[in-house]
């Protein structure tokens, strides 16, 4: 009897085996970064993150940051995508507050070039990357690709950044073709940001306002020289040689500027001031990835639509 129910197990295991699920070991993950190759056993779950670009990407990616830098200001100056409700603020993107990056335990941080000098106090913490969209002498929109794609092999959600990324090449054609459609014809466009009554800040080619009106096949104004973050920095007068250009400012802009600017005797004089061709935009981040590249083309087509500054 015993020989006969050992071989009626055998049977049943035989019959079971090819059934059962299979448990395959996931593949190491490599990621390629800033300052050099990382290797995770598995996708990351719990990010840190310490700049605006890659606190929104991750966020796009579907991904709730376990830390986040500067989360006031980023509401302030960046407000979509909206934060998780639950994180830990790890203060100024500047220099993060470490023991409360410890506390909030994460797998993977993310940091960009400006804090490199502190990477091993990063990497004691938990394994940490290095990537940059700015202060690196590229052009910002494929920066902010290229960060997406690697955040998306880190936590992996590669499937869904190829989903997001599609449908944001099309929005951008979409977008593009409605600017055309509304802006006033002939007219290149100067994105500018009103930081104070002497600092507004003109964005060239390399940044990531000029490189969406790039891929949308949109003329830029601006094609001087620019700082590492992509813009010329002066007075009003820097906005005198754009005179007959068409003029989009970003939001924020305090009303105390706003004020002062609109006072000027220069700005008044201005061909797009006295022709209504000063347009307004929502709060957007001119240094974000790639939701901030996707929210100022949608934004500026809207405004377009909407019609100038009155």
Not at 222 to 242: C, D, H, M, S, T
Request: hydrophobic residues 45%.
């Amino acid at each position: 009897m015993t020989r006969h129910l050992f071989l009626c197990l055998s049977v049943i295991a035989g019959l079971i085996a090819p059934l059962a699920p299979k448990f395959v070991q996931a593949e190491p993950i490599t990621i390629e970064h800033e300052r050099g190759t990382l290797t995770l056993d598995t996708p990351a779950k719990r990010v840190a993150v310490t700049n605006w670009a890659t606190t929104e990407t991750v966020i796009a990616l579907g991904l709730d940051p376990v830390a986040i830098a500067d989360p006031q200001d980023y509401i302030d100056w960046v407000a979509k995508p909206d934060l998780p409700q639950n994180f830990t603020d790890i203060g100024q993107r500047a220099a993060p507050n470490i023991e409360a990056l410890r506390d909030a335990k994460p797998d993977l941080i993310v940091i960009s070039k400006d804090l490199e000098m502190a990477y091993d106090n990063f990497n004691a913490i938990a394994p940490t990357i290095v990537l940059s969209v700015y202060n690196n002498n590229r052009d910002a929109l494929p920066e902010a690709r290229k960060l997406f794609d690697t955040l998306a092999k880190a936590t992996g959600r590669e499937a869904e950044a190829a989903a997001w990324l599609a449908d944001a090449d099309d929005k951008f054609a979409e977008y593009g073709d409605r600017i055309r459609a509304a802006m006033p014809p002939g007219r290149a466009l100067a994105i500018t940001q009103f930081v104070s009554e002497s600092h507004i800040g003109l964005y060239g080619k390399s940044s990531l306002p000029g490189t969406v009106l790039a891929i949308m096949d949109l003329p830029l104004a601006y094609q001087g020289p620019v700082n590492n973050w992509g813009f010329a920095k002066g007075g009003v007068e820097i906005l005198g040689p754009r005179a007959q250009d068409t003029l989009v400012y970003l939001n924020p802009v305090p009303d105390v500027i706003r004020e002062k600017v609109w006072a000027s005797p220069v700005w008044k004089i201005l061909d797009f001031v006295r022709n209504d061709r000063v347009y307004e935009l929502p709060v957007v981040w001119a240094y974000g990835g790639m939701p901030s590249a996707l929210r100022f083309a949608r934004l500026l087509a809207e405004s377009m639509e909407s019609g100038p500054v009155k």
